[in-house]
Every structure is written in C-alpha cells, then in structure tokens.
C-alpha cells in the first residue's frame, strides 16, 4: 500500500505545548501506526533535527543568552532543518511529525520572556518563505496542560534544562501564548485536553487526525 492511498502523503504535523504536557510521548505510537499501514513518516524535533540545529538546541538549552540571541539561534536552527529535511520530506511525499515548529517561538520566547513579537513575525517570514508562501504545519496539535500540573510529571521525569526551571508564571505566560496562536489560526490548530488520561488524549489525536481524513 503506497502513501497516498494510505493516508496523509506529505503531510506536516507539528506537536506543541509546554514542557511536562505529554505531547512527545504520543508522537511515536503514531508514527508507528501509520508506518504499518505503508505511510513513510518521519519524527523530528526543534530545535535540532540536524547536525547543526542540534548543536545549537545544545546551547540555546544550556547557554545563558538573553531573548534576542536565543530567537536568533533558534531560528537558525529552523532555517537548516526546514532546507535539509523537513521541505526534501515533504517533497517526497513522506509525513513529517515534529515535536514543536515555530508556534513554539511565540509561546516561548515571545509570550514567556515578552520578546518582541514583531521580531518574532519578521523572522519567520524570513526562514519559512516559500514560493507558495510561509511554510506553517498542515496542522497543529497543541497539548494544553495547566503549567503546576506539568510541573508535577517533570519532577520525577529528568533533569531540568534552562526552560524547565522557569517558575510557573513562566509557563502561565507560555501556556497563554499558545492560546493566542490557537485563537489566530483555528484553521490549523486543534487544542488536546493533556490533562486527561493517556488513552483518552490519544483518543483526541485521533479523533483530529480523522476529522481530516488521515
């Protein structure tokens, strides 16, 4: 069974929301199911996806920078990924799920640290531009959690990076950024309920998946 009679051929997937809310542990059983039906999938992140956009995921995670250094070296990172995998991808019919895309930008650095959005605006025009215009996923699965919740599964989940030790106004802000995309792109975005249980979230993905025929 090809791709295109199998389902969403060329298809871009963004998964979204703030760290603890789940949304990484659900991209990989969906891979996997659409790989056994004969969908060629790839899993991808951001930042990183590269050689040179996880080098820079390294240092974005770990580095002290102020706002601006950060979106700059973040969308570097985006501008490799989009022109060495995730475009050849998609040109070649494969589905592309990525953990976080450049809603997260907004989220994050935009409504988190209130960097400017216009900056923000300007370089995504910049690194998405395309001759059928920005580059934004088809879709966009934002994991909505309440931040002290997401706080409670990260305790016991790893160690925490520069953004996970961000106090819970951080997230508060994060969390409202996200709506805020949600709101602006409704075409795009489909908000899953993370605070229900693991199946019944899974059950929401699908249930937006579906609704577009994938």
């Known amino acids: 069974m090809s791709a295109t009679q199998a389902g969403p051929a060329g298809r871009f997937i963004s998964f979204e929301g703030i760290d603890g809310a789940g949304k990484s542990s659900h991209i990989e059983p969906l891979a996997e199911r659409w790989r056994q039906r004969g969908i060629d999938v790839l899993r991808t992140r951001e930042p990183g996806g590269t050689p040179l956009a996880e080098t820079l995921r ?32 998609l040109d070649s019919g494969v589905v592309v799920l990525c953990d976080r895309f450049t809603d997260a930008s907004f989220a994050y650095q935009g409504a988190g640290r209130g960097f400017d959005r216009q ?16 580059r934004q996923p088809d879709l966009t699965l934002w994991f909505d959690l309440d931040p002290a919740l997401a706080a409670e599964r990260l305790v016991a989940a790893r160690a ?6 961000q106090d819970a106004a951080f997230f508060e802000r994060v969390r409202r950024g996200y709506g805020e995309r949600c709101a602006a792109e409704p075409q795009r975005f ?4 993370a ?20």
Do not use: C, K, Y
Not at 119 to 134: C, D, F, H, K
Not at 160 to 165: L, M, N, W
Not at 202 to 210: G, W
């Open 190 to 193: 489909v908000r899953i309920d």
């Open 58 to 89: 390294d240092l974005v995670l770990h580095r002290p920078m102020d706002a601006l250094t950060e979106a700059l070296l973040i969308f570097a990172a985006r501008r490799d990924h989009l022109e060495r995998v995730i475009q050849p991808a």
């Open 119 to 134: 900056i923000l605006a300007t370089l995504e025009a910049w690194v998405q531009s395309s001759p059928n215009g920005l």
């Open 195 to 214: 605070g229900q249980s693991r199946e019944a979230v899974a059950a929401q993905v699908a249930a937006a998946l579906s609704a577009r025929g994938w």
């Open 160 to 165: 925490p990076d520069r953004f996970e030790q």
